[in-house]
């Protein structure tokens, strides 16, 4: 079975500080990786996902992340962060020919001025 | 703006009351989800619709109740809840079993 592993409940920053919430999955067969962001009493959007191909994934909001296999790792990183981006982030992993998607534990994301 | 609808948004329920959730999307995806997130939790999933077919239930409580009428609508049908199943359940969609999901906004459940 898939699980995933966000090591940072929480991840304090400065507004324009470079961030990085750290993911790890482990799974006995290949995967799908995603990430989803969630603003107060909203539901989840997706922010990117990796299906296959190139390993460093861009998506929406100027974030990006970087599949690396050998250490299982899935880690979201942006280079400068805004007030708006506080917010929820949960990584997921998916079973390459299943569709449960199964969550992290979610990493609060607090972006201070 | 979420391009799947929950409503209501929010829900208040006694125990012995017979309620449901809605849920519609009209991207044309064949497969809808129910999700349940429980305060400072991660999401957690329910059940999964497949082309209008049941596909998975994550052996929830029979007091939830799904039901696909058609690929564009997916319900809750609530009975007999307990305190403890008080929580936001959130509805996604995705093109395919597999594809990436996209979400509503959520119905915020309280049972009184």
């Known amino acids: 079975a898939q699980s995933v592993t966000q090591l940072d409940s929480q991840v304090p920053v400065f507004e324009e500080a470079p961030v990085e919430l750290r993911c790890n999955y482990s799974s006995s067969v290949s995967v799908y990786l995603f990430w989803y962001v969630q603003y107060p009493n909203q539901g989840l959007q997706l922010l990117l996902k990796?299906?296959?191909?190139?390993?460093l994934v861009k998506g929406i909001n100027g974030f990006e992340a970087e599949f690396n296999k050998s250490q299982t790792s899935f880690h979201l990183r942006k280079p400068s962060v805004h007030i708006s981006d506080t917010a929820e982030y949960f990584c997921?992993?998916?079973?390459?020919?299943?569709?449960?998607?199964?969550f992290g534990a979610g990493t609060i994301l607090r972006v201070k001025s | 703006d979420t391009e799947v609808t929950q409503t209501p948004k929010h829900l208040v329920m006694g125990m012995t009351n017979k309620k449901s959730l809605k849920c519609e999307q009209h991207m044309g995806h064949r497969a809808m989800y129910w999700y349940k997130q429980k305060a400072k939790k991660p999401p957690e999933l329910m059940f999964v619709?497949?082309?209008?077919?049941?596909?998975i239930n994550e052996s929830v409580p029979s007091r939830f109740s799904p039901e696909c009428p058609n690929s564009s609508l997916l319900n809750l049908h609530l009975h007999a809840l307990q305190p403890e199943d008080s929580a936001l359940y959130l509805c996604a969609s995705s093109q395919e079993p597999n594809s990436p999901l996209h979400f509503g906004n959520g119905t915020r459940l309280t049972v009184t």
């Open positions: 619709y497949s082309y209008e077919k049941l596909s």
């Open positions: 997921a992993v998916a079973k390459e020919y299943g569709n449960k998607l199964v």
């Open positions: 990796y299906l296959s191909g190139s390993t």
